[in-house]
């Protein structure tokens, strides 16, 4: 299943229990600051939240219905940021089955954003035409209440590509010269073990058209102790530009622990780039979203893309509007660096490709042109001469 054990034991290429378990200080930081035991494996189940303090005992029936439907899966990590005690505990907001998800929406779908209406051939995703998603694994060490493949991933999901399957993919992206870059994902593909990825890897150096691989993963947060030199070096391309984006949503996951995995891919020359999903009762509001901002940029991970929520199914009440996403973005123009900045975007559901969706700055009547500051006051551009210069007849 993931890093900590689960399908790990029986599919050789993901890693393995024993693997993670010979890592040193593998180990992560008991909870200290309340009365339950240190948790030291994956919670997976609504009965293993409950013994850990997670979830109320009376919950546990609803919740393995949601469980039976969606994945479950809290690493240590994750899990030892809880507070048991704060009912919007912005971590437990994530990763917390909740019954609500039982609720899906008229609106929500099982495949938000039309990845199978775009898939040539499995484990690929062809919706540019200079970049494919190559979808290796649908395995992931947590499994995030909102996510929107959350049909897809998981023991009840899709499966990791076998060997037949991952040929006819790369055989795809090797018949395409206009395939510049390729975006690993899944799943989360650094729950993969090092010897699978640099075999990937090696199959991609092969493909001399392709000049970039980007890497998504929630693994440095997550699953931190598993991110090792080993690891970090299998992903390396002696010929292409590696790329690896971190998801994170809240600054709280940017441990030490996190940012120690973080620098040691950074230092290893591989850029790193933040992407976000707003969400509600995480970072829906400006200081819980500067924070993040802020934290990504001093792990020096550069913020990317802050993602409108999708229909997916059950995750109704984690969706923002539109307009509480582009007043966030107000919020981080005027006060935050630029630095700290993300592109707010939609992926129009159905597939129909990913926008920015604002806020504008400017506005025209075809002539005239009305520009916002990041305070919210408004500038004609070009600015008009002031009436002192207009008088003097100063140009
Ligand atoms: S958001 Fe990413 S890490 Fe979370 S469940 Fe979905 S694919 Fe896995």
Known sequence: MDAAGGDAVTTPFLRSAAYIAAIPNSGHMPRTSNPWPPITKTLRKPHELARAGLIAPGNIAVLERVAAQYAVAITPAMAELIDPDDPADPIARQFL??????DMQPDEHADPVGDHTHSPVEGIVHRYPDRVLLKVTHTCAVYCRFCFRREMVGPQGLKTLAPKALDAALAYIAGRPEIWEVIITGGDPLV????????????LVAIDHVKVVRFHTRIPTVAPETVTDELVAALKSPTQAVYVALHANHARELTPAARAACARIVDAGLPMLGQTVLLRGVNDDPDSLQALMR??????????????????????????????GQALMRTLRGDVSGLCQPTYVLDIPEGHGKVPIGPSYLESDGGDVCVESPWGTRHAYPPKPSAAAAESGDD
Not at 192 to 203: F, K, Q
């Open 192 to 203: 993969l073990s090092p010897r699978r990825l640099r075999g990937l890897m090696d199959r």
């Open 295 to 324: 934290a990504l940029v001093e792990t020096r991970i550069k913020p990317y893309y802050l993602h409108q929520g999708d229909f997916a199914p059950g995750t109704g009440h984690l969706r923002t509007t539109i307009a509480e």
């Open 97 to 102: 089955p909740q019954a609500v998800e039982l």
